[in-house]
């Protein structure tokens, strides 16, 4: 028990954590009326995002693409030479499929986030599965959605009494990034040229920049909706 608490308050890093998301795919969406669908969507790119800045290994799953369409392109572009992971048996349990169990079992990560559609089905379903696996497992509250207010509300209550750990974005990629001199950041104000300085967040528009990649996220006042805009691509030339 002791180590269970103990491994819990250890915070998440690029070391011990991988990302999974499920299932964004264009009918999944379509669906969802529990939220809003934009906030949802650039919640998912914005964590995929942070990730690929901050060198998170990132697990991708898919149901029945033929039908439900194929995973958003604002999230695979990203991590271009990578493999969506469609599901041979349709499960609503991302972890029942082989390959997308594996892939996270061969990262040998204890932490692993999840988010998905619909929050209480295959984001859910995979989330309980991850805890039998022994994970911890921490679900991306605020990148999901279901059909209805209900069935996101008690699908979240559901993965909370089983044990999962609660996190929105902006505390996943403070967290993720553990302090502002995270080597694999600049942060500078929008319109200046970013240099290998890096800048404390400032009144003024700023950026997060990955060093060794072109993706830049800018924020326009505050940290939340910085969070927000990591969800769009910038050019890093600037």
Same mark, same amino acid.
């Given at each position: 028990?002791?180590?269970?608490? &103990? $491994?819990?308050? +250890?915070?998440?890093?690029?070391?011990?954590?991988?990302?999974?998301?499920?299932?964004?795919?264009?009918?999944?969406?379509?669906?969802?009326?529990? $939220? &809003?669908?934009? /906030?949802?969507?650039?919640?998912?790119?914005?964590?995929?995002?942070?990730?690929?800045?901050?060198?998170?290994? *990132?697990?991708?799953?898919?149901?029945?693409?033929?039908?439900? @369409?194929?995973?958003?392109?604002?999230?695979?572009?990203?991590?271009?030479?990578?493999?969506?992971?469609?599901?041979?048996?349709?499960?609503?349990?991302?972890? +029942?499929?082989?390959?997308?169990?594996?892939?996270?079992?061969?990262?040998?990560?204890?932490? *692993?986030?999840?988010? @998905?559609?619909?929050?209480?089905?295959?984001?859910?379903?995979?989330?309980?599965?991850?805890?039998? #696996? +022994?994970? #911890?497992?921490?679900?991306?509250?605020?990148?999901? @959605?279901?059909?209805?207010?209900?069935?996101?509300?008690?699908?979240?209550?559901?993965?909370?009494?089983? $044990?999962? /750990?609660?996190?929105?974005?902006?505390?996943? *990629?403070?967290?993720?990034?553990?302090?502002?001199?995270?080597?694999?950041?600049?942060?500078?104000?929008?319109?200046?040229?970013?240099?290998?300085?890096?800048?404390?967040?400032?009144?003024?528009?700023?950026?997060?920049?990955?060093?060794?990649?072109?993706?830049?996220?800018?924020?326009?006042?505050?940290?939340?909706?910085?969070?927000?805009?990591?969800?769009?691509?910038?050019?890093?030339?600037?």
């Amino acid at each position: 028990m002791a180590n269970s608490i &103990d $491994g819990k308050l +250890e915070l998440l890093t690029d070391k011990n954590s991988v990302l999974v998301l499920v299932d964004y795919q264009p009918s999944m969406f379509k669906s969802v009326s529990s $939220g &809003d669908k934009t /906030i949802i969507k650039n919640a998912a790119i914005g964590a995929a995002k942070a990730a690929s800045i901050l060198g998170v290994p *990132v697990v991708l799953s898919s149901i029945n693409p033929k039908s439900l @369409g194929d995973f958003i392109p604002e999230i695979t572009k990203i991590f271009p030479n990578q493999e969506v992971f469609a599901r041979k048996t349709p499960s609503f349990d991302a972890f +029942e499929d082989e390959r997308t169990g594996n892939a996270v079992k061969k990262l040998c990560r204890k932490k *692993v986030v999840i988010s @998905g559609l619909w929050t209480s089905m295959c984001f859910a379903y995979t989330a309980l599965h991850a805890l039998k #696996e +022994e994970y #911890e497992v921490y679900g991306l509250i605020d990148a999901d @959605g279901d059909s209805t207010l209900d069935a996101h509300k008690y699908g979240i209550k559901r993965m909370l009494q089983a $044990g999962v /750990i609660p996190i929105t974005l902006e505390s996943l *990629v403070s967290e993720w990034m553990h302090d502002w001199n995270n080597p694999k950041i600049d942060i500078c104000p929008v319109g200046a040229t970013c240099s290998i300085l890096r800048r404390l967040m400032a009144p003024a528009r700023w950026c997060l920049r990955a060093r060794s990649e072109n993706i830049t996220a800018c924020d326009i006042s505050s940290l939340t909706i910085f969070y927000r805009a990591l969800s769009l691509k910038r050019s890093t030339n600037r």
